[in-house]
C-alpha cells in the first residue's frame, strides 16, 4: 500500500511538473474576411498584428480589381474598418502596424491615372480605415521593397534606388534620411534583387540578395536602430551588429520570408534552385554560430 501511495504521488508530481513546463496549446485560426469575392479571386496578401488590431492588405482581380485594406480587432477579429481600396492597380502591397495602431501600407500604383509610370507609394490609417493624409513617395521605382516600424514611430522602407539598397526612413510621413546597406548591380529578369527586413524592439535586420539565379548571394545584416542622423549629411547613425552572407541562396520577392528574435537569432527562408522550376526551398536559422538548415520547405 505505501509503495502504491508513493507512486501516486510522484505521477503526480511528475503530471504538474510537465504541465509547468510544456508549451501552451496553439489558438486555432479564425476566419477574418468579409471578402465577398470568390476566394479563387486572391491572388496575394500580407497582414500585420500587434497587441490590440489585425490588418490585412490584399489583391482582389476580377470587375473590382485592385489593392484593398481591412483592420479587425486583434482579440474579437471584428472589423473595425470597411474594405479599404488602396489603389485600383493590382500590384505589390505590404503593411505593417505600429505601437499606436497606425496602419501603415506600401504599394506599387500609378504616378496618376491611366499613367505607364509607376512608383512605390506610402499610405497610412487609422484602425476605422481612415486615411491620414495622402499617399507619399517612398520609391522612385518598383524594385523590392519591405517595411518595418520602429519603436519611435519612424517608419523604415527598405529598396533600391540608382544602384544603391539603403533603408529610407521616415517620421510623420516626412522623409528624414537613409542607412546605407550595399551597392546593387544592374536589376534584370535574371539578376533579380529581394530585401526582406524585421525588427524586434531596437533590433534590426535587413535580408537581402542580388545577382544572378546560377551564381546569387545573399546577405544578412543585423544593426541596433539609431533615429538620430548625421550633423551634415541625412545619413542615419544606427550601429551594425554583424553581417552574414552566403553564396546560392536568394530571398523571393513578395513574400515575408525573415524574422528575427529579441536575442538576434534569425530565421529566414530561401531559394536555392539554379533552374526553372524554383521550388528547392529551405528554412536557414543564423545564430551566435553561424548559420544552419532548420527545415526544408
Not at 471584428?78 to 489603389?87: D, N, W
Not at 499617399?135 to 520602429?150: K, L, P, Q
Amino acid at each position: 500500500m505505501k509503495n502504491s501511495i508513493q507512486k501516486i504521488i510522484m505521477l503526480l508530481l511528475l503530471s504538474f511538473y510537465g504541465l509547468a513546463h510544456a508549451q501552451g496549446e496553439l489558438t486555432p485560426g479564425v476566419q477574418t474576411s468579409s471578402i465577398t469575392a470568390s476566394i479563387s479571386s486572391w491572388v496575394s496578401s500580407t497582414s500585420d498584428k500587434n497587441k490590440e488590431f489585425y490588418a490585412s492588405a490584399f489583391w482582389v482581380s476580377g470587375e473590382d480589381c485592385g489593392n484593398y485594406l481591412k483592420i479587425y480587432d486583434g482579440t474579437t477579429f471584428a472589423s473595425t474598418s470597411p474594405q479599404i481600396l488602396i489603389s485600383s492597380y493590382h500590384g505589390f502591397t505590404r503593411v505593417r502596424l505600429d505601437q499606436n495602431n497606425n496602419v501603415y501600407v506600401i504599394y506599387v500604383d500609378r504616378t496618376a491615372p491611366g499613367s505607364s509610370t509607376f512608383r512605390t507609394y506610402l499610405k497610412k490609417y487609422n484602425t476605422a480605415g481612415t486615411l491620414i493624409g495622402s499617399r507619399i513617395e517612398v520609391a522612385n521605382n518598383t524594385n523590392a521593397t519591405d517595411i518595418e516600424v520602429a519603436p519611435n514611430g519612424d517608419v523604415l522602407i527598405g529598396c533600391v534606388e540608382s544602384n544603391l539598397a539603403k533603408v529610407k526612413i521616415f517620421r510623420n510621413m516626412l522623409y528624414k534620411g537613409f542607412l546605407p546597406i550595399s551597392n546593387v548591380p544592374a536589376i534584370t529578369n535574371t539578376s533579380p534583387f529581394s530585401i526582406q527586413m524585421d525588427m524586434k524592439d531596437s533590433k534590426f535586420v535587413v535580408g537581402y540578395s542580388m545577382g544572378s539565379i546560377t551564381s546569387s548571394q545573399l546577405h544578412l545584416k543585423r544593426f541596433t536602430y539609431n533615429p538620430t542622423f548625421s550633423a551634415f549629411f541625412n545619413i542615419n547613425s544606427s550601429s551594425q551588429y554583424s553581417h552574414y552572407s552566403e553564396s546560392g541562396s536568394r530571398f523571393e520577392r513578395t513574400n515575408n520570408q525573415i524574422a528575427l528574435r529579441s536575442n538576434w537569432e534569425v530565421f529566414y527562408n530561401v531559394n536555392t534552385s539554379t533552374s526553372y522550376p524554383f521550388i528547392d526551398f529551405r528554412v536557414k536559422h543564423l545564430h551566435s554560430g553561424g548559420s544552419n538548415m532548420f527545415q526544408y520547405s
